[in-house]
């Protein structure tokens, strides 16, 4: 379950972050995850509940945003959403394209508690 991995990539970042700010707890914590990650949803909740025990996340609210996929067609420059990698060009066909949105996994930010 590579969303473990994930999770603790997380704890890692605010640990570190908690370190440089001389605080010991987070209050909330925002995360983007592109709706093309790999990422299975319900493997993350699972791996974040067992994941940030006794870390500075431990009672931290998360807010996940989920990025909508979209790409730019090469061959004919029409924006367009993505459902998956392999979509096609709506308006040509082509499968050239520029992934410009879905791919994100990123700390956004931390909020923490005084």
Do not use: Y
Request: with cysteine.
């Amino acid at each position: 379950m590579h969303e473990l991995s994930l999770v603790m990539g997380i704890v890692d970042i605010a640990e570190k972050e908690a370190t440089k700010a001389g605080l010991t707890k987070v209050e909330e914590i925002e995360v983007d995850i592109g709706k093309l990650t790999t990422v299975e949803m319900g493997a993350f909740d699972f791996a974040w509940k067992q994941g940030v025990r006794d870390s500075v996340l431990a009672d931290a609210v998360i807010k996940i945003n989920r990025i909508d996929a979209k790409a730019k067609c090469l061959e004919c420059s029409a924006q367009f959403e993505l459902q998956q990698f392999f979509d096609a060009c709506p308006q040509c066909g082509s499968h050239f394209l520029d992934i410009i949105n879905g791919r994100e996994f990123r700390v956004k930010t931390l909020t923490f508690a005084d």
